[in-house]
């Protein structure tokens, strides 16, 4: 069983820019769909980005232009770089691979924008 496990989040200020990263117990974040997605309270999850395999990403509207998902395949590790904060990115931020129908997520990390 793959583990991912989140780490990165924290306290910031609107307007600051926090690093979230995701590691997979073992190598195969080669193949597969990484994605992160987030839940804030009384909301369903939504998507945050993701990453397939060959490189192609693809961002929530309410991210687009602030967060940049990246891979690292030597590292097992993917990451969320979250740029210009807002009081409304407050949410758990969980981390996801998605490889031939089989989903496994991570166990969440709190971020907490304040204004």
């Known amino acids: 069983q793959v583990r991912l496990v989140e780490s990165g989040g924290g306290l910031v200020l609107a307007g600051g820019s926090l690093r979230l990263s995701c590691a997979a117990s073992?190598?195969?974040?080669?193949?597969?769909?990484m994605g992160w997605y987030r839940q804030a309270p009384g909301n369903q999850r939504e998507l945050v980005a993701y990453?397939?395999?060959?490189?192609?990403?693809n961002y929530g509207d309410s991210v687009k232009g602030r967060f940049t998902i990246s891979r690292d395949n030597a590292k097992n590790t993917v990451y969320l770089q979250m740029n210009s904060l807002k009081p409304e990115d407050t949410a758990v931020y969980y981390c996801?691979?998605?490889?031939?129908?089989?989903?496994?997520w991570g166990q969440g990390t709190q971020v907490t924008v304040s204004s």
């Open positions: 073992r190598s195969f974040l080669s193949i597969g769909t």
């Open positions: 990453t397939s395999s060959i490189g192609t990403t």
């Open positions: 996801n691979h998605l490889f031939s129908g089989v989903s496994t």
